[in-house]
């Protein structure tokens, strides 16, 4: 069990980090189509991140250990919650430390790392991209959690393999009210947690805009190719995160070759169909303006208030 | 013979001698010898003696040892009571180990007008009512150690009162309202010791079963509200965001990592263990409270730029964490759930221990930038990073455990309060179902908010570039504070690695409490055990995790990437060239989207004030823009109240006109009156 178990690990991280470019570049493809472009082709964020690694690695004058460390933690938090995630098998040798309070701490810690180097570049672009980062994280916490609340009343834990082993043994979970209304909930937490349209958008050119690119607006060469495959393994993992949670069809409960392999192909797809529908729903979709976005946010913070209490109404306890 | 007992002597014992060195010592040994400012180093190592004494006596009770004396001579009529056990044990080891690393961090820390001879001696008598209130087992002895705790702290909160007016404003608070707080509190007690029949806990234990539901009710109100205002509860809070601030640092670091806790601890011991529990109205009224705290105080943290007023709210939410902790488990005790009931209060605990392990080392830091700058506004802080990097990165370690991420010690406590509210919904009724979920909400939004809190004191503060000539000069503390502060710094590390440790110690806290509900800790890691469910937190495995993560992430990128060599470039930012000082983000502007978020709530105060040129009226000179945002509650609870007091003492003025016949005239007819009032009722 442990070898299948450690390998299945080991593959989740992997695949993660190989495959999270080529989602951003399938991501972008489907978004130029739509748009009636002809598109750069899926491969080309992997280019992109080959390109910035050749860069020399520069450090901007005044700045200090946050600002070279955060690419650092950003990936390294993706890559830890990337192992958590039971994305393709339940039975790993880390099944029993993956709590999703942990995976959700986890994501906020990279953000945090990241924030904290954008103010530490004393730009105003940096501090302005960090404090509506952290407004937005401070505003998508409760939603998380009490979406985890939700998601944890029926399997009685937070513990995430539990909870999708649940849900592939009872079906019945995932269409309850509870389960649809955590989904949705999760679902726009997942848009901002992200920096994806309707709360950021990842690919404006104009400043006073941005979220997430003014913090890293001083980036360059290696360092910026870690900041872009860090927020790419985030969409991932998280992508992954909410097929795992409400289409867990296919994730190995046992440590079968054959079962875990299978898991794998039906992750790749699953992350992918998400990834293009995402991708075709921003085509339409225009950005909020910043003090809409508490709007959204606490509208999906009731989704999961309405989510815990159906749960525990609609259970007849 | 446990080793309380003795402990408890000595650190009397200390504290007598620092009191006396503080008294009679000079200020100054001659220039060229050793210790320069000898009172306060002599002062400063009996107290952190005395914190270690306080810190021996919990460990042996934490480790199941119990103690008692009683010293009839001591105190006329009454006599002095203490009894040790685990659950004081805590809140001693806590006090005593706060005690021992601010004293030597007090050591170096020389503000104005804290080496006074009063300041000096009053410092180890404050620091042994911390230890012992814990430790008194009588409503007389409780009392006045609580007073002897309150006065000591008011002189020290009032050490730099010649310098500015603010500290006077900021003593008159405290005082007026940590002594609102004895009349409840004596008012509470003295109820409970006339119906139990008796003073001393023993007594009140075996006598409030005996009790009316309405004077239970009624002794725990006054009692809890009394006890809430000293934990900086909302509404309650106001005296803390003006005293933590004002009083030097040291001493705040005391009040916000020690003395505040002792709210937690006396709500505990009353209304578990003395009143033996209660119904369920009095955990929702803790548990509401503790909500409200926790995210008012965070807001208000939030808005804050002074860094130790910033500091000072946070407080008032790591507080309210803990009663969210205490009135849950009360909640799950009244509905027959000991375990759950176990869970909370051992979560609650423990973040009393994170809270004051990383209260005191950011309270620390925060006194050292003070030391260096003179400066406590976020605004003209900046680039400290540079010039005080063990400063910066102490400061760090402290705000890790504060926002509750991991690998901080905030985290393992938050995360178990969580447990404890998601498995709480195994209680039945409807009261559950929506008190739990709501509590999840408030405490994931005082996480998310302390996330911001903290990203802007630390990269507003330290980060960056200076934005004033002083934080420009800054130089590094001298090496007993960094001392003091790297004892905090490996006591929060070792709280955020190995939280298991204290797990027998929690458990029998919780069981002195009245609260069995066996072992929730274990070990390394965290494991929640109840009756199905299992749930396992190894907060060492996660650090380790994201250490090799860094380390692996780095060792690709230097592996795949051609040059290595970091070469230094001039800020970018969009071709502006590059920025002034002025130009980088303030910790005003960075609070500005949360504050718009949060304006119903807030309710900010702002002034545009034109000025147009003489000749003329659509020419503007010049254009002043103000913008406040003040503390709502006390605008609305406390101003009114104030204005009506000192509005009718106004109009008693009046009365005394300075005529002496007319005063005569008021005692005749007051005499008169009173005899027509005898008659009357006779």
């Known amino acids: 069990m442990n070898a299948v178990g450690t390998a299945a690990v080991a593959a989740q991280v992997v695949l993660v980090t190989a495959g999270a470019p080529l989602l951003t570049g399938l991501m972008r493809q489907v978004r130029a189509r739509m748009e009636g472009r002809a598109g750069a082709g899926i491969g080309q964020p992997w280019r992109d991140f080959r390109k910035l690694l050749r860069k020399e690695p520069i450090t901007p004058v005044g700045t200090g250990p946050a600002f070279r460390t955060a690419p650092l933690l950003l990936v390294a938090t993706a890559a830890v919650i990337a192992a958590l995630v039971p994305l393709a098998s339940t039975a790993t040798p880390v099944s029993r430390n993956a709590d999703l309070i942990v995976v959700v701490a986890l994501l906020a810690l990279g953000t945090v790392a990241l924030a904290l180097a954008g103010l530490d570049t004393g730009t105003a672009f940096g501090g302005m991209g960090a404090s509506r980062e952290m407004t937005v994280i401070a505003l998508v916490e409760p939603t998380i959690l009490l979406a985890v609340f939700a998601l944890s009343i029926p399997a009685g834990t937070t513990n995430l393999p539990a909870i999708i082993a649940g849900r592939i043994h009872d079906p019945a979970r995932l269409a309850s009210p509870a389960g649809l209304l955590a989904a949705v909930a999760l679902a726009v937490v997942t848009l901002a947690e992200t920096g994806r349209l309707p709360v950021d958008n990842p690919s404006t050119h104009l400043e006073l805009t941005m979220i997430h690119e003014a913090m890293i607006l001083e980036y360059a060469g290696p360092d910026l190719a870690l900041v872009e495959l860090g927020a790419q393994m985030r969409l991932t993992v998280l992508l992954g995160l909410l097929a795992s949670l409400f289409a867990p069809w296919g994730i190995a409960t046992s440590a079968s070759v054959a079962a875990v392999v299978l898991a794998f192909v039906l992750f790749a797809v699953k992350v992918a169909l998400l990834g293009a529908a995402l991708a075709a729903a921003e085509v339409f979709w225009a950005k909020l303006r910043l003090f809409r976005v508490p709007e959204l946010l606490a509208g999906s913070f009731l989704l999961a208030l309405l989510a815990v209490t159906a749960s525990y109404f609609l259970t007849g306890e | ?682």
């Not at chain 2, 905030?410 to 498995?423: C, M, P, R, T």
């Not at chain 2, 001039?570 to 980088?584: F, K």
């Not at chain 2, 503390?631 to 101003?639: F, G, K, N, V």
Request: proline content about 4%.
């Open chain 2, 1 to 682: 013979m446990s080793a309380a007992g003795p402990a408890v002597v000595v650190a009397a014992g200390l504290a007598g001698v620092g009191a006396l060195a503080g008294v009679f010592l000079p200020e100054r040994w001659q220039p060229r010898l050793a210790p320069r400012r000898l009172r306060a180093s002599v002062v400063g190592v009996c107290t952190a003696g005395l914190g270690a004494a306080g810190l021996v006596a919990g460990a042996a009770a934490l480790g199941g040892a119990r103690w008692s004396a009683d010293l009839p001579g001591l105190l006329p009529l009454a006599g002095v009571h203490l009894a040790v056990d685990a659950l004081s044990g805590l809140f001693m080891a806590v006090a005593g180990a706060v005690v021992l690393a601010v004293a030597v961090y007090g050591i170096g820390y020389a503000g104005h007008g804290t080496d006074a001879r009063g300041v000096q001696a009053v410092l180890p008598v404050f620091a042994l009512s911390l230890v012992l209130v814990p430790a008194a087992a009588s409503v007389s002895s409780f009392l006045l150690l609580w007073e002897l705790m309150a006065v000591t702290s008011l002189v020290l909160v009032l050490a730099e009162h010649r310098e500015r007016a603010s500290v006077r404003e900021a003593g008159v608070w405290y005082a007026v309202m940590t002594h609102l707080g004895l009349v409840l509190l004596l008012a509470g007690l003295m109820l409970f010791a006339a119906r139990a029949g008796g003073e001393t806990f023993t007594v009140l234990r075996a006598g409030a079963g005996g009790m009316s539901p309405q004077a239970r009710g009624t002794v725990f109100v006054l009692v809890s509200a009394a006890f809430a205002s000293k934990a900086g509860m909302v509404p309650l809070h106001a005296w803390l965001p003006r005293a933590h601030p004002e009083a030097p640092s040291h001493v705040s670091a005391l009040m916000s990592a020690a003395m505040v806790n002792l709210g937690a601890y006396g709500i505990v011991r009353v209304g578990f263990d003395l009143l033996g529990g209660g119904p369920r109205w009095w955990w929702l009224m803790v548990l509401g409270g503790g909500a409200v705290s926790a995210v008012y105080g965070i807001l208000q943290a939030a808005m804050a730029s002074d860094l130790k007023r910033l500091l000072a709210y946070s407080t008032s939410e790591n507080l309210g964490l803990v009663f969210i902790g205490v009135g849950a488990a009360g909640m799950f005790a009244d509905a027959g759930n000991q375990k759950l009931a176990a869970l909370a209060l051992t979560a609650a605990l423990l973040h009393v221990v994170n809270h004051a392990a990383f209260k005191a080392l950011l309270f620390c830091a925060a006194g050292s930038v003070l030391r260096a700058t003179g400066l406590r506004d976020l605004d003209q802080l900046g680039g400290l990073r540079a010039k005080m990097p063990a400063t910066a990165g102490l400061f760090t370690v402290g705000a890790l455990g504060a926002v509750a991420l991991p690998p901080g010690n905030g985290f393992v406590s938050e995360w178990l309060l969580l447990q404890s509210l998601i498995h709480g919904f195994a209680v039945p009724g409807v009261t559950t179902a929506i008190v739990l979920p709501l509590a999840v909400a408030a405490i994931a939004l005082s996480a998310g908010l302390a996330a911001a809190v903290f990203v802007k004191a630390l990269g507003v503060g330290f980060f960056a570039r200076p934005r004033s000539d002083q934080a420009a000069a800054a130089t590094e503390s001298p090496p007993s504070m960094l001392a003091g502060m790297g004892l905090l710094a490996a006591g929060c590390a070792a709280l955020a690695l190995v939280p298991g440790v204290l797990g027998d110690g929690l458990s029998r806290a919780a069981a002195a409490a009245g609260v069995t509900g066996g072992t929730i800790l274990s070990g390394g890691s965290l494991e929640v055990r109840l009756d199905r469910i299992s749930t396992v937190l190894s907060p060492l495995w996660v650090a380790a995790a994201l250490v090799a993560g860094v380390l692996a992430v780095s060792a690709l990128t230097r592996l795949v990437s051609r040059r290595r060599r970091r070469t230094n470039a001039r800020l970018w930012d969009c071709g502006g060239g590059a920025p002034t000082a002025r130009m980088a983000y303030t910790a005003t502007s960075f609070a500005e989207p949360l504050q718009r978020v949060f304006d119903d709530v807030l309710a900010p105060e702002q002034d545009v004030d034109v000025t147009p040129v003489r000749e003329s009226a659509y020419l503007v000179e010049r254009v002043r823009f103000q913008r406040r945002v003040p503390d709502r509650i006390e605008h609305r609870l406390y101003r009114p109240v104030l204005a009506a007091l000192s509005g009718a003492g106004q109009a008693a003025r009046r009365l005394a006109g300075g005529s002496v016949h007319l005063y005569l005239g008021y005692g005749f007819f007051g005499l008169v009156a009173l005899l027509v009032a005898l008659t009357v009722i006779q």
